[in-house]
DNA sequence: TTAATAATATACGTGCATGTATGTATCCTG
DNA sequence: CAGGATACATACATGCACGTATATTATTAA
């Protein structure tokens, strides 16, 4: 909608034509349409994938959950394998802004710390994210012509992790005694196996468990003694 | 073949009569044989659910990899599920056992707290074991239904692997911070999840990092500090 | 408004893993 | 050694998810 501006183009054909009052969108209402149905194919994977994993995930699930049927979803990617490589991407992408963001918000080294350390123990209450990020690495692990594809997509977001770890260390002088990235994968790995543990026996795995859990972990790793 | 002998008593019936020389053994060779191929059956489940997940595992690939058809399978299980838990059962039972011989290896506290420590890095090691149960845990997740049942078998194996480290660190003189059990949970999950992430990028995880990482974790909780 | 093109739905064919039914060999009883 | 039972194999039926081919609806251009 938008009675917005300028000729269409649809991509490069820039048509020029008698100018009239009603000038067409930039984009067309086409790509639009497309654009917004992955989008919602990609919701629907990222949900389907995380409640029944890869395997048991049906396309049919998938396009319904969207709103849409199967030939929706054929339009739009080529395969099973293919949304979850674009889930990946997509996926990446968002992390890493996040940890973009989660640098930026706080002024002082010492309230980075914090919010770091309590980045990981939020981290541990994403069901989601713990359960995705698992499909993530079971496939590669169980898949060798991918998995040099999948380890390349997720190393950025390793490293910028690492990346954060580091300078936050570096700011409160503190020397990691390992690399940052094994810090920071270390982290995230704990951060989701006790959500994980959790899931199957909350009796046993408390949210205070986690939170005392991660939090010691993150201090012997990052050398700081906060209370508790 | 087998010149061997007699009476066979499947099962409670002691047909009494005229003992001869060669006693007949108590196990008929009947079920002897039946047992070996449930445990060739469960051994090669184990493979291939660490190997392929328990979805995508294909009874096919089961039965022969024990050297059989499906035929033996549906003799021995009745579904895939059913092989999964018997599975299970015999898991938790040797890990069980796996456990207490740990604790009567080592002659001095000191000593078992070392044994203790390494035994997790150890466990990062054993890349079937963390498939495995993985597959356990992520089945309960995703099947409500069985949720229940899988908790209950898993829990001797927490409460065991809880008192252990309860007990140990009584013996050194330290006061868990948390329960035991939770306590043994988080250096388990940490354990499986470092592995997890070395197998998917052994350059960013080495095997140096998981040490130092696990070590870490388990002075913070056990509030020892040993040498490196 | 109409013709052309893109987006999505419906219909169809196929493969594959499961489960069952039946056949065959091995083992036990007498 | 014969008849009956048990262990396993082979053959068959079914279902289900996938992928493709075709039809229908929405969008754009003229």
Chains 1, 2 share one sequence.
């Not at 149905?37 to 995930?57: H, I, M, P, S």
């Not at 190393?155 to 390992?178: M, N, Y």
């Amino acid at each position: 909608m938008g009675s917005a501006v300028a000729m269409s183009s649809t991509r490069l054909l820039a048509t020029q034509h008698g100018i009239r009052g009603r000038t067409p969108p930039v984009i067309s209402r086409q790509r639009a349409r497309t654009e917004a149905t992955r989008k919602k194919l990609l919701a629907a994977a990222e949900k389907t994938f995380a409640r029944d994993g890869f395997e048991a995930a049906r396309l049919e699930d998938i396009a319904s959950l969207a709103g849409y049927t199967r030939g929706a979803f054929y339009a739009n990617f080529k395969s099973k394998e293919d949304i979850f490589f674009a889930l990946l991407e997509q996926w990446v992408a968002r992390r890493i802004a996040e940890v973009a963001e989660l640098l930026g918000r706080e002024e002082t080294p010492a309230k980075r710390l914090r919010a770091l350390r309590e980045h990981y123990v939020q981290l541990a209450k994403d069901r989601r994210l713990v359960l995705l990020s698992l499909e993530f690495k079971l496939f590669a692990i169980r898949h060798p012509e991918a998995h040099a594809r999948l380890r390349t997509r997720q190393r950025p977001l390793r490293a910028c992790g690492g990346d954060l770890v580091r300078r936050i260390a570096h700011e409160v002088g503190h020397d990691l005694p390992i690399s940052s990235t094994s810090a920071a994968t270390g982290l995230g790995a704990l951060s989701n196996a006790l959500l994980l543990e959790h899931l199957v026996d909350n009796a046993i795995v408390t949210d205070q468990d986690i939170r005392f859990l991660l939090g010691a972990f993150f201090d012997a790793i990052l050398g700081t003694h906060t209370n508790r």
